[in-house]
């Protein structure tokens, strides 16, 4: 091959590069139509290889992806299980401490949903929104603004395009 | 481009075909040697160019699969802090209830990381492991096997090489 800086250089090339063998340089020969013909065979079929490479690694790099986003969120809820088995430990030595722990446990697994990108969505007083409301009742309150959330009977978790699950509320309906 | 077939098939091609341009058919007549470089130098440059494309979408791909799981993995937990509300709601008309609720919600949530892949390791009476189990003391017990397991402090959860955490655990010591 008389054109070695191409080989050489073949992972830095782009599609650019494909007219330069053509730019006879002052140090350089022309390279012969055969001998280009040979170094344009052996870039595609590097870049074939190449291409097939990277397909199979994806699908391996996809799958490790998967595995440790899993096994960290699973991971971000131990403490919360593990502060359920203190909770219940004590509770025998001390019966009434366990609502209290409870609650702080209920606290802190609300607070890690939010830190994972799902915070809670549990506001009454706030307009219906379909996207993020789903009715579970109409109900007639005199006091309320037509269309105001009055209850939440299970709150939602996530935000906008990246919902968990929507809030299931009960609405004031519209007046007669 | 007197190879139109080439184009056609460009991407099913594979670079076992790169010397079939030679092989001149009956019907085809054989293409000079500049067809030839610019039909190369064009496959050449869609191959670098779908590099350039994967290596793109492989990056959205990427992030899109690691949200999907995060949502997937915490969206396995809400029915055990629903649960957990639900506890705390009944304690107040029941205050007795809340041990036995808390405790089904405990095995709710093992269940839970056995069915992510992380299976509980809180086994005693077996052989020390150093792959799954973490020492954090060496208790004289005369009537027990050296190196074995005594009381796990904290479970472990996963299996070997899917590991959340090792199981921390009190080990037998040798006997003198």
Chains 1, 2 share one sequence.
């Not at 140090?27 to 013909?37: D, K, L, N, S, V």
């Amino acid at each position: 091959m008389n054109n070695p800086e191409h080989a050489a250089a073949d992972h830095a090339a782009t599609a650019a590069d494909v007219g330069a063998g053509a730019d006879a340089r002052p140090e350089a020969p022309a390279p012969t139509p055969q001998a280009r013909i040979e170094d344009l065979e052996d870039r595609w079929r590097r870049a074939m290889a190449e291409l097939d490479n990277l397909r199979k690694r994806h699908v391996v790099e996809l799958g490790r992806a998967k595995a440790a986003e899993r096994a960290r969120v699973a991971a971000a809820w131990l403490p919360v299980l593990d502060n359920l088995e203190l909770a219940l430990a004590h509770a025998d030595a001390d019966p009434g401490s366990i609502l209290q722990g409870v609650r702080s446990i209920r606290d802190q697994a609300v607070q890690m949903l939010a830190t994972l990108g799902f915070p809670r969505d549990d506001e009454t007083g706030v307009p219906f929104d379909p996207s993020r409301h789903e009715v579970v009742a109409v109900v007639d309150d005199e006091e309320t603004e037509p269309n105001t959330v009055v209850r939440v009977v299970r709150p939602g978790y996530g935000e906008s395009g990246h919902e968990l699950r929507p809030a299931a509320v009960t609405v004031a309906g519209s007046r007669e």
